[in-house]
């Protein structure tokens, strides 16, 4: 074998042999960058490094739909039971009605001892229909079950929102102390050369999502005490709309919308068009007005904020009409009124979503 091909056969193996010790090298490295991740609690998602309890959180937030289905349920249930009894109502009324209507029969002038004894029979038979209706109506079992089937779910949907929103503290903390962590911030850089990629510390923006979410379904479970100002029969109330117009509504649980007279509309930029969608609305006269339908970015009373509410802009020929808090914001509540204090309590409710 010649001189010159030697040199050439261990110029190649010390070439071979200095690659594989950098690459021995870098294998080392980076699996040293990664088990320090790893004792941190981090983990790779994407280019990503996240905490486990961005996991946790997104478990925790599939467990809501059950709780809600819960929650809704048990609120359908009350509704329902309140409804058959205002349907018991009205039959005793229409069964009393009955009965004056038996009894003229029978203290009216001639009848045979049959009649007499139908009639009375007839009439005892109404009696007992409505005595049975009374004691329905009276018994308040049914609704004082639904009422703690519903505390019982509201009090289950709110603990695990409580526990959400210790687990977004808890991780947002942690990222804190991570995002000081000098040891981290070499493993990132590290991995990243080697692998070629620009690695990041979380939160991921999953997490951010995940921590608006669980803000907004936080409202269905508070509940606040608001203000209102009477005014002969009318209770007015105060409201933030689109964030920065400070403005009273009348709170008016008859109306199916929150309505906008004209002015307000302005003020508010709000701008009917000839092809926006319109509805017929029953003002307080009983008459009939068309009004456009049209959206508001966000309605807040007290520390209630909706977003996108429906509203009805009342047409020009209204200017005097009043605004009206009405049901495409009260939708998302159960609210309870006291008139004499002057107090609102409103709820969160699920029924009608987060």
């Not at 925790?60 to 109502?89: C, H, S």
């Not at 009955?98 to 001892?113: C, D, I, V, Y």
């Not at 603990?159 to 947002?172: F, N, P, W």
Request: glycine share 8%.
């Amino acid at each position: 074998m010649s001189g010159v091909l030697k040199t050439r056969l261990c110029y190649l193996a010390m070439t071979f042999l200095v690659v594989m010790c950098y690459e021995t090298s870098a294998l080392g490295d980076e699996d040293s960058a990664k088990r320090l991740l790893r004792s941190k609690g981090l983990r790779k998602v994407q280019l990503t490094y996240v905490l486990r309890g961005e996991g946790e959180l997104r478990k925790g937030i599939r467990q809501i739909a059950p709780l809600e289905r819960q929650l809704r349920n048990a609120i359908k249930k009350r509704d329902t039971i309140e409804k058959q009894l205002d349907k018991g109502e009205q039959a005793i009324e229409l069964l009393l009605e009955e009965r004056r209507r038996l009894n003229r029969k029978l203290s009216s002038g001639s009848r045979t001892w049959r009649r007499y004894n139908r009639l009375v029979g007839q009439i005892n038979d109404v009696t007992d229909q409505i005595n049975i209706l009374r004691a329905r109506s009276k018994s308040s079992r049914a609704i004082d079950e639904a009422d703690g089937e519903i505390g019982a779910a509201r009090q289950a949907y709110s603990d695990h929102i409580a526990s959400l929103r210790r687990k977004i503290v808890e991780t947002q903390k942690a990222y804190k102390v991570l995002a000081k962590d000098k040891a981290v911030e070499a493993a990132l850089a590290e991995l990243g050369e080697i692998l070629d990629k620009n690695l990041s510390l979380g939160p991921s923006r999953s997490f951010e999502a995940n921590l608006k979410r669980i803000g907004k379904l936080e409202l269905i479970v508070a509940s606040a005490v608001i203000d209102l100002r009477k005014e002969g029969n009318v209770l007015w109330v105060d409201t933030v709309v689109n964030g920065k117009h400070n403005l009273p509504f009348v709170f008016d649980t008859g109306a199916s919308y929150v309505t906008i007279p004209p002015d307000m509309a302005n003020q508010i930029g709000l701008s009917p068009q000839p092809g926006d969608r319109s509805i017929s609305l029953t003002i307080a006269d009983g008459s009939s007005v068309r009004a456009t339908l049209m959206k508001l970015d966000s309605l807040k009373v007290g520390e209630f904020e909706i977003e996108d509410v429906v509203c009805a802009v009342m047409p020009i020929e209204m200017a005097d009409a009043p605004p009206l808090l009405g049901g495409s914001f009260l939708q998302h509540f159960t609210y309870s009124i006291d008139p004499q204090q002057g107090i609102l309590t409103l709820t969160g409710n699920s029924s009608a979503g987060p």
